[in-house]
């Protein structure tokens, strides 16, 4: 999972930092964001923070067929539906 690294040896400038990144990427609509981890520096003073980010699924029009005609049953299964007017909304 792609994620970013926030790091620096001031704590507080870090997570301010980090907190702006955030509502930055959430207001986007491109990408969420996931979890979001703070862990102690492995040497000397200071955080890291890990974000998450995935992308958004692209969401296109939504395309609804249907018959405007409603043709008999028939007996028997053909391998082709028959031909008629067809209405498409979106």
């Given at each position: 999972?792609?994620?970013?690294?926030?790091?620096?040896?001031?704590?507080?400038?870090?997570?301010?930092?980090?907190?702006a990144v955030v509502r930055a990427l959430q207001?986007?609509?491109?990408?969420?964001?996931?979890?979001?981890?703070v862990v102690p520096n492995k040497r000397g003073?200071?955080?890291?923070?890990?974000?998450?980010?995935?992308?958004?699924?692209?969401?296109?029009?939504?395309?609804?067929?249907?018959?405007?005609?409603?043709?008999?049953?028939?007996?028997?299964?053909?391998?082709?539906?028959?031909?008629?007017?067809?209405?498409?909304?979106?």
């Open positions: 999972m792609p994620q970013l690294r926030l790091m620096g040896s001031d704590v507080d400038q870090v997570q301010e930092t980090a907190a207001a986007s609509g491109e990408v969420q964001v996931g979890d979001v981890s003073p200071g955080t890291r923070v890990y974000i998450e980010v995935l992308l958004c699924p692209v969401a296109g029009p939504t395309v609804t067929v249907e018959r405007a005609d409603r043709p008999a049953p028939r007996s028997g299964s053909r391998a082709l539906p028959g031909t008629g007017e067809l209405r498409i909304e979106r």
